[in-house]
């Protein structure tokens, strides 16, 4: 064990010194120094509760999810039941009392009916229901109600979609390490470090960027649209910009083009107006059904829609063939460079509300980092005086091995782009702490094996031997524990246990491994005849 040919040094050193310089530059960053821009950079980033920064809870719209449920499964049984063979002709569909209910035209297809629906549901996980309760009612009469436990399922796949578009938006505002959470089942808890100011994003989370390209329906009375009043299977949709002072536009409600199909949106000015517009590019599915739809329709307006309001109402001079398109409106850049974000990370697909927000300042952080500090410095200088009284030259390899493994912490963190917050604080110091454990079991155990008449050689290799076990068993407790708070924690949690772990890690290397090192070569170097321990 105490045998470490020059390679083998080579490898520990360079591990050591790769960490500990990785911790440079934010060790520069806390003294208010400048890093070299030359050179690389690899920073702490603080959390929110240290850097401050911006903390906003949204509440998704649980009602809409049913909705949009109900309207897609009126859809599906459309398309499903025409192109059975042969078609099933049925009668206007229904969706009120939440239910999608229609008559069989003829009754002889009803049980044909029903076995092509069936394949529209699907089990609700692991409940054993399905999604859908699928009824015949009067003989021909269908009736499709969704069950509670696919309510359910559909409410926490669309959270689970909400939750990613944020993440990917708030990532495409260049901050960095937001804390982006699910709290119960209809809430996501946001919290981005450094972020004075969250009215942009604000907006750019309240904004659904629902896109959708839909038919006019020119047979629309202006007279009954002043009314509310829309032909069947059409809808009511506003302008988006009120000063228009244009009618609401009647468009069809079913069919169109739905904007979850695009590859790319990007802000930019038009070259003959210099006003600010979004182009955008659709995938080959979607490109060939918007080629399809302007072949289908030269000569007709179709509505641009974004979030239920009406950006433009083009007339198709003639067929769109390239898979892009150019979106118009009342746009300034900023704007029109938010809904190209919120375009390109995919449209929520449930409504998102702000129920919470609160503006973090700094200076509770830097009160925390600044005691925190001072713990660490006190904490730290009573420990080494501590180890140096009690065991001499070895209280010497011990606190070098505690500076290297609070560079090497400091490193690794930085390096892997790890968030600092309170409670990371808090594990640093824990971590430091217990660092020296591992240096006092070696030391007595040393001691032990001395006093039992041992040589100093085999005292100093059976120390580190027996030692080594009972302190891979404990760190490894120590492991299994910051592992079931990072998987089952969140936030703060999970940035103690990341400490922890990194600190367990750095902490047996340094306390076991260099230490080691270190006595090997000086016993080899010295020969000494006996230990002050």
Excluded at 21 to 33: K, N, T, Y
Excluded at 36 to 52: E, Q, S, V, Y
Excluded at 229 to 255: F, T
């Amino acid at each position: 064990m105490l045998d470490f040919p020059r390679w083998k040094q080579a490898w520990l050193w360079f591990i050591t010194a790769a960490c500990a310089l990785a911790a440079l530059p934010s060790i520069f960053s806390v003294a208010g120094l400048d890093w070299p821009k030359a050179l690389p950079d690899p920073r702490i980033n603080l959390g929110l509760d240290l850097a401050g920064g911006s903390h906003i809870l949204l509440e998704a719209n649980a009602d809409q999810v049913r909705r949009q449920r109900l309207e897609t499964m009126e859809e599906d049984v459309r398309a499903r039941l025409r192109q059975a063979q042969p078609q099933i002709r049925i009668g206007d569909i229904s969706t009120k009392d939440g239910a999608v209910s229609f008559m069989v035209a003829d009754p002889a297809q009803v049980d044909a009916a029903r076995e092509q629906l069936q394949t529209l549901t699907s089990g609700a996980q692991l409940t054993g229901q399905r999604d859908w309760d699928l009824q015949v009612l009067d003989g021909n009469r269908i009736v499709m109600t969704p069950t509670e436990a696919g309510v359910r399922q559909a409410i926490n796949q669309a959270m689970e979609t909400a939750t990613e578009v944020v993440r990917k938006r708030i990532d495409a505002l260049g901050t960095r390490e937001p804390t982006i959470i699910r709290q119960g089942s209809d809430r996501i808890v946001v919290q981005v470090p450094g972020l004075k100011d969250p009215t942009a994003l604000k907006n750019l989370l309240g904004q659904t960027a629902k896109l959708e390209f839909k038919m006019v329906d020119q047979t629309a009375l202006p007279s009954d649209l002043a009314q509310g009043i829309v032909p069947p299977g059409d809808e009511l949709v506003p302008y988006a910009d009120a000063q228009r002072g244009s009618a609401p536009l009647a468009v069809k409600r079913l069919g169109g083009i739905k904007g979850d199909q695009l590859t790319n949106a990007q802000a930019s000015n038009d070259t003959q107006t210099n006003a600010a517009v979004v182009n955008i590019t659709f995938d080959q599915q979607g490109g060939a059904k918007f080629a399809r739809l302007t072949t289908e329709n030269v000569g007709k307006p179709f509505a641009i829609i974004l979030d239920g309001k009406v950006l433009s109402a083009p007339v198709i001079e003639e067929p769109i063939l390239g898979g892009t398109a150019r979106i118009s409106g009342s746009f300034t850049m900023e704007s029109a460079n938010q809904l190209a974000i919120a375009l390109r990370s995919g449209a929520l697909p449930v409504d998102l509300k702000v129920v919470e927000e609160r503006t973090v300042g700094p200076d509770l952080g830097a009160d925390s980092i600044k005691k925190g500090m001072i713990a660490f410095g006190i904490g730290t200088l009573a420990l080494m005086l501590f180890m140096l009284a009690t065991y001499g030259r070895f209280g010497v390899y011990t606190n070098l091995a505690l500076v290297l493994n609070t560079l090497m912490i400091l490193g690794i963190m930085a390096g892997i782009n790890t968030t600092l917050t309170l409670p990371g604080i808090a594990g640093f110091v824990l971590t430091i702490g217990a660092a020296v454990d591992a240096n006092v079991l070696i030391n007595e155990r040393i001691r032990e094996e001395r006093a039992r008449g041992r040589k100093v050689v085999q005292a100093v290799e059976m120390g580190y031997k027996e030692a080594s076990r009972a302190i891979f068993d404990a760190n490894i407790t120590n492991v299994i524990a910051a592992a079931l708070m990072f998987f089952f924690g969140s936030g703060p949690v999970k940035g103690f246990a990341v400490v922890l772990v990194i600190g367990i890690a750095t902490s047996v290397f340094t306390a076991v491994t260099l230490t080691r090192m270190w006595v090997a070569l000086w016993l080899r170097r010295a020969r000494p005849a006996d230990l002050v321990l």
